[in-house]
Nanobody
Framework: QVQLVESGGGLVQPGGSLRLSCAAS????????MGWYRQAPGNERELVAR???????AYADSVQGRFTISRDNAKNTVNLQMNSLKPEDTAIYYC??????????????WGQGTKVTVSS
């Protein structure tokens, strides 16, 4: 019914940059919140950044000042610009959407994940 597809992950050296992108498609009426979560081996999934349809943002303390989230409500896309990357940013990054579908049902959806590895 609704799909989220991420792209942009890869291997980068410490101090480098990556941009993650996510596109939502399917039976979408509107999306209240889009965001990014990540999960490192042995750790729980944690919030990285999220943005409401009204452009309110929230960031994890560990990425504040280094990462920037943006979204295009008309295109149902969300991006995460990651700068000054550190080894501790290594994780699988998941796109998240709090979606109002066209049958007016509010449902949470997740992307398949994209791997980010920060290593020299």
């Amino acid at each position: 019914q609704v799909q989220l597809v991420e792209s942009g992950g890869g291997l980068v050296q410490p101090g480098g940059s990556l941009r993650l992108s996510c596109a939502a498609s399917g039976s979408i009426y509107s999306i209240y919140v889009m965001g990014w979560y990540r999960q490192a081996p042995g750790n729980e999934r944690e919030l990285v950044a999220r943005m409401s349809s009204g452009d309110s943002t929230a960031y994890a303390d560990s990425v504040q000042g280094r990462f920037t989230i943006s979204r295009d409500n008309a295109k149902n896309t969300v991006n995460l610009q990651m700068n000054s990357l550190k080894p501790e940013d290594t994780a699988i990054y998941y796109c998240y959407g709090d979606v109002r579908t066209r049958n007016l049902r509010r449902t949470e959806y997740w992307g398949q994940g994209t791997k980010v590895t920060v290593s020299s």
